[in-house]
């Protein structure tokens, strides 16, 4: 099992920054990916953000040269810093961690860009 503990959401207006933070623990194998999704209303999930546990990162079109996504691995902290933001980049956005062929999630939070 993986536990997934989210903070860092909140309001923040057009052209602003957040920075989310999600910390996992739980004993077990090693943790293959951490990384974020998000879901707005009316729309499927979608991945934001990846990293894997050798580094390999790979992020959304949409948030390319705007999101960073960084880990610490002791503990397994995965961070997502989201710069520029748009209205559109507003929704539930979820922590994941993937070991073996298990995916956890996290509870959520909610990022609101208002413009």
């Known amino acids: 099992q993986v536990q997934l503990v989210e903070s860092g959401g909140g309001l923040v207006q057009v052209g602003g920054s957040l920075r989310l933070s999600c910390a996992a623990s739980?004993?077990?194998?090693?943790?293959?990916?951490l990384g974020w999704y998000r879901q707005a209303p009316t729309k499927q999930r979608e991945l934001v953000a990846a990293?894997?546990?050798?580094?390999?990162?790979n992020y959304a079109a949409s948030v390319k040269g705007r999101f960073t996504i960084s880990r610490d691995n002791a503990p397994n902290t995965v961070y997502l810093q989201m710069n520029s933001l748009k209205p559109e980049d507003t929704a539930v956005y979820y922590c994941?961690?993937?070991?073996?062929?298990?995916?956890?999630w996290g509870q959520g939070t909610q990022v609101t860009v208002s413009s």
């Open positions: 994941y961690a993937l070991r073996g062929p298990h995916m956890y």
């Open positions: 739980g004993s077990g194998s090693v943790i293959n990916s």
């Open positions: 990293i894997s546990n050798i580094d390999i990162i």
